[in-house]
């Protein structure tokens, strides 16, 4: 194509986007559209396939481009096109194209000029583009013709303005040379949507087609009628030329031609031409480039420096190297045994915030779940009270016993000692399934290599379930041996005297010994469930549970007490989850048929999950809040007791469960206190010192080193991704660099008083005409800018005073022609046209920066009585 400086900037774009998509990531550069905007037949369509650098739009005189043309250039290695409308087609040929877009066209709007906002979507593949968007969009007019609406002007207006509203669109505007500037209606719509004039570049077209004698080189200097980022002059086709099939590179050749050749542009042939209109737009394209790459640089350095710490170990990876397998190996399972004791002992690494996991959940199975389970065990009162009744019964025999024998203390105590081997062995249970876990846990980092992670769980489980036959049977013997000898001189023990004199009353409500002296046992947040939505709803507060109440608060500060609840006589009972809660609830309610809160009979109290529910229920416990199903058989055991015992017996019974009651939770603290020590000594650090001491030697002994650390094909894959993802980073960063460093920014213009684009007043802009020079002597040689002028084009009323003739007052709307053709000193107005103060016709400004040195008396050609020579 014909782009030379887009084809300079492809190869930049083309590394970056490579760069980026080897890393799997898209390129987010945004091009600017480039919107082409402008009268009827000014050239729009001309312009824009002169910066493509193809021949595929409509052109002719009148309305030709009826719908918006959105043209995306997209980089391929072959050329061709293709419309959205039709996809499964490629144009090859873009004569084709031409004639795709005109009977798509007629399609929708007709052949007689109407008009449709519905844009034609036109895609270009070629080797020569950027990934850029070019818009032609219908030519400006007021008057309706053919099939054309009444409000075209507003419909034309509102699409233009969809199109050219967006920031990021560089808007052309383009004006015919051979028409008035100042009531350029597209000049004035990009000043709406581009106040600052950052994205407008104004294009004048038709040079080669003004009035002999005339120029617009004023108006390419910037000096008449400014804008920010000036004017490009450009000569396109002629319909002549389209016709006679002149290609776009003699066109070109013929623009540098005409330039070179006209007295008034040759001193600005560079700055002029389709060629420069390219490096223009091109060098805005370089700008939004630039501007990307901070914000493209920083992100990639971000993902390089989280990648390096994991790419360190792969830099010199050498697969073959049977040193480094040895090497790897005793990482693996050194890290397994960091991972492993890190999880068991706690660590503030890589900690867990979700939920416990661990050694915190063997914590809990140690103090809240084993301890709950010797609660729940402990109060089984109907059929304590009776083995009681039944052992004191079998011991006298046929005789009526006089004195509490103390062998149904000792045939008690030992039943209720055995009941605690299958909470024991619950506990050692519990911690098992917990070591499996943590185990499959710290083996997750081995899953680089299979067969080691299945050899290590393999090794390490076996070990733990070798170890928890030993564990189980340790736990066992302690039972024995408690069982073994009942010790009543311990100095816990109450006594057979404090025994008897036991109030009843006072064991009503028993907590686990020495538990009393803790004034709080639990505080925790939980949800009252079940006040109705009239009364607020559930609400969520803070509970303290202490030996003596419940209490909640409005939030864990404490201040602001809600209710207190005293424990006395108080159960608790399960709850069935709710059909569309997610959470698990218990209910506590009075034993004696009593309001709990408020109207509520119960009050029922939820949690998160089934775990909290049962560490709650197990402080409640500690506190003497019983479940409801042993207090109903409390009661009736209590009184089918009452009804079957005679007072004395009902004594002796009472006063063995007393003693039973004082030497069961000596037993239990003890327990309590050595289960845990023993899981963990037997079980627990055992394992540690295996994986640290042996579990090496017995990974050498299943298999041979080569097999055990043979890569998961994954790894293999994720190391050689990873390294590739790292080496592209580097090279993108690389060819940021480069685009930075090959590249220039081009500084934004200064601003200029453009306030002649404002709309139009009583004192508009001068239209652009200049006073024909005809009144020079015949003899004197042709001005310097262009031949001597021919006659105006705009025909002057005879008799009536020549809208040309004033002299140039900045302040009076102005005669001054636009484009002259002569260098007199009134062709250059001051560039602020409203500036009240009166400048001498013989003095303007800029005049001897400018002016050849051969006319230095031409301010006097000019005369007020020029109209008679006009008539």
Request: proline residues 8%; contains cysteine.
């Amino acid at each position: 194509m014909g782009n030379r400086g887009m084809e300079e900037l492809i190869p930049l774009v083309n590394k970056l986007q490579d760069a980026f998509s080897s890393i799997g990531q898209s390129c987010h550069l945004d091009l600017p559209q480039i919107a082409v905007v402008g009268g009827q037949s000014a050239g729009k369509s001309s312009v824009l396939e002169n910066f493509v650098g193809r021949d595929f739009l409509p052109r002719g005189s009148g309305i030709v481009t009826r719908r918006p043309l959105i043209l995306q250039l997209i980089f391929s290695k072959t050329e061709y096109a293709e419309f959205l409308h039709c996809k499964s087609k490629k144009f090859t040929d873009f004569d084709e194209v031409r004639q795709e877009i005109e009977a798509e066209t007629d399609r929708v709007t007709g052949t007689n000029k109407g008009i449709s906002p519905v844009p034609i979507n036109l895609r270009v593949y070629s080797p020569h583009v950027l990934n850029l968007t070019l818009i032609d969009l219908p030519g400006i007019t007021k008057v309706p013709v053919g099939d054309q609406p009444q409000d075209i002007e507003y419909q034309i207006r509102d699409m233009i303005l969809q199109f050219i509203s967006r920031e990021s669109s560089l808007i052309l505007a383009v004006t015919p040379a051979n028409m008035d500037l100042a009531n350029s209606d597209a000049l004035k719509m990009a000043k709406e949507v581009d106040p600052q004039g950052l994205r407008t570049i104004g294009v004048i077209t038709k040079l080669d087609l003004m009035d002999e004698g005339t120029d617009a080189r004023d108006v390419l200097e910037n000096k008449l009628l400014p804008l920010r980022r000036g004017y490009i002059g450009v000569v396109n086709r002629s319909q002549k030329d389209i016709d006679g099939k002149k290609d776009i590179r003699a066109a070109l050749a013929a623009e540098r031609k005409f330039f070179l050749s006209h007295p008034a542009y040759r001193h600005m042939a560079d700055r002029m031409g389709t060629p420069h209109l390219q490096k223009v737009l091109n060098q805005q394209l370089t700008n939004h480039i630039r501007e990307t790459l901070p914000s493209l640089r920083s992100k990639l350095q971000s993902q390089l420096l989280s990648l390096e710490k994991e790419v360190e170990e792969y830099k010199n990876f050498r697969p073959d190297d049977p040193t480094r397998k040895t090497k790897a190996l005793l990482q693996m399972v050194q890290q397994f045994g960091v991972d492993f004791e890190k999880r068991i002992e706690g660590s503030g690494d890589q900690v867990d915030t979700l939920e416990l996991s661990g050694g915190a959940r063997i914590n809990r199975i140690f103090h809240e779940r084993f301890p709950f389970e010797l609660v729940k065990m402990e109060f089984d009162e109907k059929d304590l009270r009776r083995e009681i009744s039944y052992a004191i019964k079998n011991i006298h025999g046929v005789r009526t016993g006089l004195f509490t024998p103390d062998l149904a203390f000792e045939a008690i105590v030992k039943n209720q000692i055995i009941k605690l081997k299958e909470p024991s062995l619950k506990c050692v249970d519990l911690v098992v399934s917990e070591l499996a876990a943590v185990i499959k846990k710290c083996a997750q980092k081995l899953g680089s290599y299979p067969r080691l992670r299945e050899e290590t769980e393999r090794i390490v489980t076996t070990h733990i379930r070798e170890r928890e036959g030993k564990t189980k049977d340790q736990i066992l013997l302690l039972i024995d041996i408690e069982l073994s000898y009942i010790n009543t001189n311990h100095e816990d023990f109450i006594g057979f005297a404090n025994a008897q004199q036991r109030n009843t009353q006072t064991n009503k409500k028993r907590a686990i010994p020495n538990q009393g002296e803790i004034l709080v046992i639990r505080r925790g947040w939980l949800t009252i469930n079940n006040i109705s939505i009239m009364k607020g709803g559930s609400k969520e507060y803070w509970f303290v549970l202490t030996a003596e109440s419940l209490s909640w608060y409005k939030d864990e500060e404490e201040k602001e007490k809600k209710y207190m609840l005293p424990l006395d006589n108080l159960k608790i009972r399960d709850v069935e989850k709710g059909f569309m809660s997610n959470k698990h609830v218990f209910a506590i309610f009075n034993t004696e048929q009593r309001n709990v809160y408020k109207d509520l009979r119960q009050i029922e109290l939820a949690c998160d999950s089934q775990e909290d529910v049962d560490s709650w229920k197990a402080s409640f416990l500690r506190a003497g809040v019983y479940p409801e199903k042993d207090q109903t058989e409390n009661e009736d055991g209590a009184q089918e007791n009452t009804f079957s015992m005679d007072p004395q017996l009902e004594r002796q019974v009472e006063t063995i469960r007393n003693l039973v009651d004082s030497y069961v939770g000596i037993i239990n603290k003890s327990i309590r206190d050595l289960m845990p020590k023993t899981i963990m000594h037997l079980m627990i650090n055992n394992t540690k010192d295996f994986i640290h001491s042996e579990l090496l030697a017995y990974l050498y002994s299943s298999a041979d080193q080569s097999s055990l650390m043979e890569e998961s094909a994954e790894q293999a894959q994720r190391r050689d991704e990873m390294l590739r993802m790292y080496h592209a980073l580097k090279e993108a960063l690389s060819i940021i660099g480069d685009i930075s460093t090959s590249t220039v920014t081009t500084p934004v213009p200064p601003p200029v008083d453009d306030t002649w684009l404002q709309p139009s007043g009583p004192h508009s802009p001068p239209p652009q005409r200049r006073a024909p020079s005809i009144i020079l002597p015949p003899g004197r040689p042709p001005a310097v800018r262009g031949p001597t002028p021919g006659p105006p084009l705009i025909p002057i009323p005879a008799g009536g005073p020549s809208p040309f003739s004033a002299p140039p007052i900045p302040s009076r709307p102005g005669p001054q022609n636009v484009f002259a053709a002569a260098p007199d000193p009134f062709s250059a107005p001051p560039q602020i046209p409203s500036r009240p103060a009166r400048v001498p016709p013989g003095i303007p400004p800029g005049v001897p920066s400018r002016r050849p040195p051969a006319a230095p008396n031409r301010p006097t050609i000019i005369r007020p009585a020029e109209p008679s020579l006009l008539d």
